[in-house]
């Protein structure tokens, strides 16, 4: 089973994401009579040795902790010793921390080398693998220091997901939900109708699920590739999310986006632009997905983080808050107003 969802690239053939029984033609999507470099962390070097030996590779730390400049220099000096020049064809073969810098290394490079991705976990399937945005973080912000530029293709193969710890697992669910809640009602229901078992081990649900949340995004980045408006939706569960990421390390990224997705419903009922029944269902889901509700942390605390965003400090936050399961907007929501609710 495979499914193929194509995100159109001003002036280029479209990036081509494809889901489901993939990674046994990995040699068919790579360019013919291009020198391929592999980058990779030790993890999934260890796991995948046999498919990624067989090319020149780069070996990256583990964690957001390595997701910095100075991997990027270790990268850069590491290709300039392989003789790598511009014919090369970089592949990303990793989770969001790899394809987040395998993607800035390839854009940047002797001003841009060719790339594609072998994305191993569900976060990476589902979502950072696809959009095309890369990059590193710096002094402790995520994501400062990057570009916008989309892989030649993306392989999503459901059979890497085998080895992938539970906990991480769930963790990329949080955002399939996310873009159900955002666009796509049927794909939500995917999660009401079977239990976290029943996707985890049935190939074909997971290959919908997965190919649902990359179509939700795809559609979205097509519009609005530079996030201009729209592109914003996707950051639905983002804003208390980060918060609560920077406010305690008890949480992968995903799980906290599951938090989000929480807070965000319960805010929409408050601002009565949501019913308590969609908020209900939404929680229920996030919860059938094993996935955490609450943070633990005061919700004073969270607003206050979400005041000091960026280095700046906002009087104003753009949230995206949803209307219903399938349908979302941006509000800008004075940060007063929030510290009056909480
Ligand atoms: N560019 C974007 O649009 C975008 C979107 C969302 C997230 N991200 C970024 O993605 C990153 C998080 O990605 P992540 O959650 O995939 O983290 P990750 O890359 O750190 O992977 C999680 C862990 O799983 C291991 N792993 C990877 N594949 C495996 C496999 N098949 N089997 C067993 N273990 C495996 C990794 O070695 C790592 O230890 C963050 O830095 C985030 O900023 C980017
Ligand atoms: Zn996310």
Excluded at 296 to 313: A, F, I, S, T, Y
Aim: net charge negative; hydrophobic share 40%.
């Amino acid at each position: 089973m495979k499914e193929i969802i194509e995100v159109r690239r001003e002036g280029r053939e479209p990036s081509r994401i494809a889901v489901g029984d993939v990674i046994g033609e990995l040699h068919e999507w790579l360019p013919e009579g291009r020198r391929v470099i592999v980058i990779t962390d030790a993890n999934v070097h260890r796991r995948y040795m046999d498919i990624i030996n067989g090319f020149d590779h780069i070996i990256i730390g583990m964690g957001e902790t390595n997701k910095t400049l100075m991997t990027m220099e270790k990268i850069y000096r590491e290709l300039i010793e392989m003789d790598a020049d511009r014919g090369c064809f970089i592949l990303g073969f990793g989770g969001g921390i790899v394809t987040d810098i395998a993607g800035f290394a390839a854009s940047t490079y002797m001003r841009g080398l060719r790339f594609g991705f072998v994305a191993s976990t569900l976060l990476a399937q589902v979502d950072a693998s696809v959009g095309g945005k890369n990059g590193v973080n710096m002094d402790g912000y995520k994501n400062m220091v990057g570009t916008f530029n989309q892989p030649d293709f993306v392989l999503c193969d459901t059979s890497l997901l085998k080895t992938l710890p539970e906990r991480e697992f769930c963790a990329g669910l949080a955002e399939i939900i996310k873009a159900g809640i955002i666009a796509d009602p049927e794909l939500f229901a995917l999660f009401e109708d079977n239990t976290l078992e029943e996707i985890h081990d049935d190939h074909s649900l997971l290959t919908r699920a997965i190919t649902g949340a990359v179509s939700v995004k795809a559609d979205i980045v097509e519009r609005d590739e530079r996030e201009a408006g729209e592109r914003k939706l996707l950051n639905l569960g983002h804003t208390f999310g980060h918060a609560v990421e920077k406010s305690t390390s008890n949480f992968l990224h995903g799980e906290a986006v599951a938090i989000g997705l929480a807070m965000a419903s319960d805010l929409s009922v408050r601002l009565g632009i949501m019913g308590a029944d969609d908020a209900a269902r939404i929680k229920n889901v996030v919860e059938r997905m094993g996935l955490p509700l609450d943070s633990g942390v005061d919700n004073k605390r969270l607003v206050k983080v979400m005041r000091h965003d960026k280095k700046r400090e906002t009087d104003d936050i753009h949230m995206v808050l949803p209307v219903a399961v399938g349908k979302c907007e941006v509000r800008r929501i004075p940060i007063v107003e929030l510290e009056k609710l909480y």
